[in-house]
């Protein structure tokens, strides 16, 4: 019997999500909630860029959806610019009995060590009082950076240093909000953007640090954070306007976790608005861009994971891959015990059924 799930947010991510809830069998679609008052009243299959035929038009109210009482509901708000408010929805939509899964808040994704013990133990009794589950996860923070580099390190014999990075080229990202608000593109080099603000990249990926050391059976001792940018040599035009020449056009990151005294575990972003910008910085395997992640060990690895997408570029095929990584996950989430589910303690996450033509 398919599931019946319910949708918040249509940006980005959810939109692609909202494709598979659609097209996907073990799913049923009872409600979408839409904050862009444009989007109240549209079919959801013409959100999803599909024929408008589910049956679903999307309203913009979190209690009429929990009111219609599906199994799951999926999670895509933005989260990065208002985390009380996206951390508020999940904790309505456990208190309800209703399992979450999603992109946001981020924190959720591994919370310990990052989110302050006292909301945790809040967010768990809700969780456990109401038999529900909330798993958080996506690319970068996510699979590409908890469930490839576990995978791999599980054939190791000694593991000195994990490094999980993104390169990749965001000429194409239409995410205004991230973009420019969050990333600081297109603003003056001197001004910091919200992302380099004081303890916001730990924030961001230091549960991802955790979850590694927690999987590994080590301590973080701290978390540093490191970031650098380059402006652009002439005016470029990107998805989201006009990069001005001598702002923000390419910016390079890194968060570390420090075990005993060295950089055990490391995110590193390399992120350009042109692929020729700062050449002295990590390439991808592919033009345009990729997630990489190299164990320093016995036996050491460098694996490269290429997205690629029929239906877009390199930013596309990340976002479906975020997506799909959210979506495929219902099932287990609503089969599992109730609390917060992270990578670790979920089994195996399977995709759709294969299709051949």
């Not at 992109?103 to 967010?123: F, M």
């Not at 205004?176 to 730990?202: H, N, R, S």
């Amino acid at each position: 019997m398919a599931i019946r799930v319910g949708l918040v947010g249509t940006g980005n991510a959810g939109r692609l999500a909202l494709t598979q809830l659609i097209e996907d069998p073990r799913f049923e679609l009872v409600g979408v909630v839409v904050h862009n008052p444009d989007k109240v009243g549209v079919n959801a299959g013409t959100l999803a860029g599909l024929e408008p035929s589910t049956g679903v038009a999307a309203g913009n109210d979190l209690d009429a959806l929990i009111a219609v009482e599906p199994e799951c509901i999926v999670y895509c708000a933005m989260g990065d610019t208002r985390p009380i408010e996206a951390f508020s929805d999940v904790s309505r939509i456990l208190a309800a009995g209703i399992d979450v899964v999603g992109s946001a808040p981020v924190p959720l994704q591994y919370p310990w060590g990052a989110v302050p013990e006292k909301a945790i133990d809040r967010l768990q009794r809700t969780a456990a009082d109401n038999d529900a589950a909330i798993f958080i996860t996506g690319v970068d923070p996510g699979f590409a950076n908890d469930l490839i580099p576990l995978a791999f390190t599980g054939t190791c014999q000694r593991i000195e240093q994990i490094r999980c990075m993104e390169i990749a080229d965001y000429a194409t990202y239409d995410g205004a909000e991230v973009m420019v608000d969050v990333m600081g593109f297109g603003k003056p080099i001197d001004e910091t953007p919200m992302l380099f603000l004081p303890g916001i990249l730990a924030l961001a990926w230091g549960t991802t640090i955790h979850q590694l050391a927690g999987a590994l059976g080590v301590t973080v001792d701290e978390i540093t954070e490191s970031h650098e940018s380059a402006a652009a040599p002439e005016a470029l035009t990107i998805a989201t306007g006009t990069i001005a020449a001598g702002t923000r056009a390419a910016v390079r990151f890194e968060i570390t976790g420090i075990v005993d005294g060295r950089p055990a575990i490391v995110v590193e972003h390399v992120t350009r608005l042109r692929e020729d910008l700062r050449p002295d910085w990590a390439q991808p395997a592919q033009p345009g861009g990729c997630y990489r992640v190299e164990i320093v060990g016995e036996p050491s690895y460098r694996v490269d994971i290429c997205p690629t997408s029929r239906k877009g570029d390199h930013n596309h095929a990340a976002i479906v891959a975020a997506a799909g990584r959210i979506v495929n996950a219902i099932p287990a989430v609503v089969d599992g015990p109730p609390g917060i589910r992270t990578t670790i303690d979920l089994p195996l996450i399977p995709g759709p059924a294969l299709t051949v033509s």
